[in-house]
């Protein structure tokens, strides 16, 4: 069983539209949880951090559920410049080495 | 976050060559990571990188196929050695610094073995 597994993916959506990413994470042990955002030939950049207690950033909320190690991230409003990849990301600790998903692949279009 | 480059940012490389990768930080971090991305395929840690110590290598990957060095808290480097075709990847370095869960990487390094 892979260690994090994302929605395969891709999602093709039209602008002003909500989506959904969802990702599972099999080692119980992970402290901190992550969403990273990768462009086409671009290094991954930290989108937001996930918070048991679920936290929201403008347009982005990610949520947490630590009993069924179940990580989401949801998109409202979707624009253009939302198309990219989105990458599930956990870590066992500080200082301790990422462990990504594969990635979901967002394409939003006009 | 810190503002990390690499050099260089892409090479072209024979087979049975080897290729040392730059990484240099703008201010002091404890740990430095590398991790490589094969096409198509999400990242893979290849060693974490502390300054004063041996790297620690992950399942799969040797010093001797992919050596590091970290002589100061701002600047790493890591050697690709004695490179084939399936080592054509993009290898990024990230760093976190003190109690920070998060990592924050640089532009990666785009390789092409022929």
């Known amino acids: 069983r892979k260690e994090v597994e994302q929605d395969p993916g891709p999602f093709n959506v039209p602008e002003g539209a909500t989506v959904a990413f969802n990702c599972t994470y099999s080692?119980?042990?992970?402290?901190?949880f992550f969403w990273y955002r990768q462009d086409c030939r671009k290094e991954p950049k930290l989108l937001m951090s996930v918070y048991s207690s679920g936290n929201e950033d403008g347009r982005f909320t990610a949520q947490l559920n630590r009993a069924s190690q179940y990580i989401s991230l949801l998109i409202r409003d979707s624009k253009l410049s939302d198309s990219a990849t989105y990458l599930c990301?956990?870590?066992?600790?500080?200082?301790?080495?990422?462990?990504f998903g594969k990635g979901t692949t967002l394409s939003v279009s006009s | 976050s810190a503002v990390i480059s690499q050099k260089p940012s892409r090479d072209i490389c024979q087979r049975g060559t080897s290729l040392t990768i730059q990484c240099q930080v703008d201010s002091q971090v404890t740990m430095m990571f590398w991790y490589r991305q094969q096409p198509g395929q999400s990242l893979t840690l290849i060693a974490t990188a502390n300054q004063g110590s041996e790297a620690t290598y992950e399942s799969g990957f040797v010093i001797d196929k992919f050596p590091i060095s970290r002589p100061n808290l701002t600047f790493s480097t890591l050697t690709v050695s004695n490179m084939s075709p399936e080592d054509s990847s993009i290898y990024l370095c990230?760093?976190?610094?003190?109690?920070?869960?998060?990592?924050?990487f640089g532009p990666g390094t785009r390789l092409t073995v022929t």
């Open positions: 990301v956990v870590t066992l600790g500080a200082g301790t080495a990422l462990i």
């Open positions: 990230s760093v976190t610094g003190g109690e920070s869960y998060e990592q924050y």
């Open positions: 080692n119980s042990a992970s402290q901190s």
